[in-house]
C-alpha cells in the first residue's frame, strides 16, 4: 500500500509557473510508476505526464508537452511537476497517482491503484 499527498497549487496569472509536488508514505516508491492527472470542472480526468518506476523515461500529453516536466526522487518519496508558461486551460484539479501495473508508466488512469486527493491549480487571464 502506498498513500499520496500532492501540494503546491494555487492561483497564478497566465505564463507563471508553479511546482507540484506528491510525498508518498507506506512502500518504496520505487516500486511504482507514477503519473499525474487532472480534471477540469465539467470534464473527465484527463492524463498529463508520466515517469517510469526508475525515473530513465518519461511522458507526456500534447497539450503539456515541452511546457511540463515530471520528475521523481526516490529517496524522498517525492514527485514533482514543474509547469512553466501556465495557461488559462491549464486550470484543473491536479491528481497524482501510482501504478505496479506498468513500470515505464502509464497514460491510462485505469492502470493506477492509488490516488492523491488533489491540488487546485487555477491560471488566471
Known amino acids: 500500500q502506498v498513500q499520496l499527498a500532492e501540494s503546491g497549487g494555487g492561483l497564478v496569472q497566465a505564463e507563471d509557473s508553479l511546482r507540484l509536488s506528491c510525498v508518498a508514505s507506506?512502500?518504496?516508491?520505487?516500486?511504482?510508476?507514477m503519473g499525474w492527472f487532472r480534471q477540469a470542472p465539467g470534464k473527465q480526468r484527463e492524463f498529463v505526464a508520466t515517469?517510469?518506476?526508475?525515473?530513465?523515461?518519461?511522458y507526456y500529453a500534447d497539450s503539456v508537452k515541452g511546457r511540463f516536466t515530471i520528475a521523481r526522487d526516490t529517496a524522498k518519496k517525492t514527485m514533482y511537476l514543474q509547469m512553466n508558461s501556465l495557461k488559462t486551460e491549464d486550470t484543473a484539479v491536479y491528481y497524482c497517482?501510482?501504478?505496479?501495473?506498468?513500470?515505464?508508466?502509464?497514460?491510462?488512469?485505469?492502470?493506477?491503484?492509488?490516488w492523491g486527493q488533489g491540488t487546485q491549480v487555477t491560471v488566471s487571464s
Open positions: 497517482a501510482a501504478t505496479t501495473r506498468s513500470r515505464a508508466g502509464s497514460s491510462r488512469s485505469s492502470d493506477y491503484g492509488y
Open positions: 515517469i517510469s518506476w526508475s525515473g530513465g523515461s518519461a
Open positions: 507506506g512502500r518504496t516508491l520505487s516500486d511504482y510508476a
